[in-house]
């Protein structure tokens, strides 16, 4: 360890945790592509603890459906990741978006495993990172969060929403979407389902559900997506 650099802890990794492959290729694929953020949540991945897993109880999420035709719809920038994510399959423990607010609009549309974070299989109080997925032609409106957020797309194509603009444009799969803290984003999807990997990091990963809040884009001045 460099004079200075004491932030970094050292652990090694656990190659009997099945979910060990995902993390080592999502830790490689963010360090190489997303910048700063890159190396800080890889850092931060690779200095997980080894005192896990917790075994969780798992329920049946509507929006599962979704998962094969998100899988299908990869490409070649996200190949390893895909793989690493049809592998662990089985185990992810889907659930659902359970602020009231947010709820009612994606039932059904919407879920969410997650993989790392302080009620997931690999505990961590510091990182969230798991999966999003997302029907076709559904709108998860206007949020923001006390965390720090990547995005990556996994397999399918949507448009997404930052700061109160919509992108020209959708994201193919690879595509690196990066969120500051409390930065307002929203994501569409059209004839394609989203599968995405998130990283939360910072000082609001922790917060979870207390540091997130919905926008209201009519009283906001945020323009209609585009057609
Ligand atoms: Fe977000």
């Known amino acids: 360890m460099k004079a200075?650099?004491?932030s970094r802890r050292i652990?090694?990794?656990?190659?009997s945790d099945p979910h060990q492959p995902l993390l080592d290729i999502a830790a490689a694929f963010l360090r190489e592509r997303a910048g700063r953020a890159g190396l800080t949540v890889a850092d931060e991945i690779e200095g997980l603890s080894r005192a896990r897993l917790r075994t969780l109880s798992a329920r049946k999420e509507p929006a599962v459906a979704f998962l094969d035709p998100a899988l299908a719809r990869g490409a070649a920038a996200t190949a390893d990741l895909v793989g690493a994510v049809a592998a662990l399959r089985g185990r992810l423990i889907w659930?659902?978006?359970e602020a009231a607010a947010l709820g009612w609009r994606v039932a059904g549309r919407v879920a969410w495993a997650e993989i790392v974070g302080p009620a997931a299989p690999v505990p961590s109080d510091r990182l969230r990172l798991g999966l999003h997925l997302q029907g076709p032609r559904t709108l998860y409106?206007?949020?923001a969060h006390a965390a720090e957020e990547l995005y990556v797309t996994?397999?399918?194509i949507a448009w997404w929403g930052r700061s109160g603009d919509w992108a020209a444009r959708p994201d193919p799969p690879g595509a690196i979407r990066r969120h500051a803290a409390d930065e307002a984003h929203a994501i569409e999807t059209r004839p394609d389902p989203?599968?995405?990997?998130y990283v939360w990091w910072g000082a609001g990963a922790a917060a979870g559900a207390e540091g997130y809040r919905l926008h209201d884009p009519a009283t906001e001045g945020f323009p209609e997506r585009p057609a």
Request: glycine share 14%.
């Open 141 to 143: 409106p206007w949020h």
């Open 4 to 6: 200075g650099s004491t």
């Open 154 to 156: 996994l397999g399918g």
């Open 194 to 197: 989203l599968l995405a990997l």
């Open 11 to 15: 652990a090694r990794p656990d190659r």
């Open 95 to 97: 659930r659902r978006p």
